[in-house]
């Protein structure tokens, strides 16, 4: 829940940092700004992991990415959801079973570094699919998955992400195309990437982290995940989910800490001052930024000079209420907040 009265930064405590990749390192092939430099710092003083639902690539290939962009990054620094969705695999086949395998180079790499076999056709009889994004992916390999699935064999999927930032806009991503085949076979696969939990044991194991924050830029899967993994979390807004989503998101989404960028991680974190008078009404500041809630009317009192402040206040004010965001009277000054880094 939103509202840690304390002015420690996001990183005071931790031992590591499981940071997603599209969206807060990188949107297509640049850096988003301020990234490299602040993930350059916290690596200084902490362990620091890259966690990615994109099975497109893989952990090399990525870590060779991050490279570009002036990271210190080896394979290994990398967890993918292929990584995760392989070891789900293999508790529903055999060892050395035959696998369709929907997606990129990625995902076939873990699959036979894991000792199974690849095809990519339902003719040859496959113990299992698993299915991950990959550009290339089309019609034919979707239409493959659903061949093989009419046989009632295991499916394994590695992440449910709708959607994927890149350096034109957003664009579809692995949830869509599983939907494709879920709609073909009437059933849904087993997931490993984010919001699940397979793929933060994985990083956990692997870091030896036992107070990492997970720092994403998506509600649904980022923050989602490291909620159910039982983890700090961090929104920052350079991605997918901006102001809007950070006011609507449930109980299950509510991050620990929204940040502009990650320059912040390394700043005091603002209190959260909230009170109740008797009449009702709520009133939280943060910042210079008040937002006052009654019943189901929220408001803002005082817009103060940072908007990310205001968005905070907003948030907070709405996560204490318990309310869900379409039964409530929001203030359009908050739910037109543009905040930038």
């Known amino acids: 829940m939103l509202g840690r009265r304390t002015t420690s930064s996001p990183l005071e405590g931790r031992d590591a940092v499981l940071l997603d990749l599209d969206g ?31 099975a497109s690539r893989t952990d090399e290939s990525v870590a060779a990415h991050l490279r570009e962009l002036g990271l210190a990054v080896e394979a ?3 967890v993918t959801s292929p990584q995760a969705a392989v070891r789900i695999l293999a508790t529903l086949v055999e060892p050395g079973a035959l696998i369709l395998v929907v997606g990129g180079d990625g995902l076939v790499s873990e699959v036979e ?59 579809p991503g692995n949830g869509t ?15 490993a990437g984010k919001p699940e939990t397979a793929i933060f044991d994985v990083a956990k194991e692997r870091f030896g982290a036992e107070n990492p924050l997970v720092i994403g830029d998506r509600l649904d899967t980022d923050i989602m995940g ?10 920052v807004l350079t991605g997918i989910d901006r102001a809007k989503q950070v006011l609507a998101a449930p109980p299950t989404m ?6 502009g960028d990650l320059r912040e ?6 209190a959260v001052r909230s009170e109740v ?11 210079r930024a008040v937002v006052r809630m009654k019943q189901h009317v929220v408001r803002v009192a005082r817009a103060g000079a940072d908007p990310l402040d205001l968005l905070r206040a907003g948030a907070a004010a709405i996560y204490a209420s318990g309310l869900q965001i379409y039964g409530l009277d929001v203030d359009e000054q908050l739910m037109a907040l543009a905040v930038s880094s």
């Open 76 to 78: 290994a620094d990398v």
């Open 177 to 191: 195309l599983v939907s494709a085949v879920h709609l073909a076979v009437g059933r849904l696969p087993v997931f």
């Open 226 to 235: 490291g909620k159910r993994a039982g983890l700090a979390t961090a929104l």
């Open 277 to 287: 008078d008797a009449d009702g009404v709520r009133t939280v500041e943060v910042g």
């Open 24 to 54: 807060v390192v990188y949107a297509g092939p640049g850096a988003i700004p301020h990234a490299v430099e602040s993930i350059t710092r916290a690596a200084r003083q902490l362990r620091v992991g890259y966690i990615t639902n994109n």
């Open 113 to 171: 570094a894991a000792g199974f076999r690849v095809t990519r056709s339902a003719e040859d009889h496959p113990a299992a699919v698993i299915q991950g994004f990959a550009p290339h992916v089309g019609w034919e390999h979707l239409a493959e998955a659903s061949y093989a699935l009419h046989t009632g064999i295991p499916w394994v999927a590695t992440n449910t992400d709708w959607t994927i930032p890149q350096a034109r806009g957003v664009a």
């Open 254 to 259: 509510q991050p620990d800490y929204i940040l």
């Open 265 to 270: 991680l390394f700043e005091p974190y603002p």
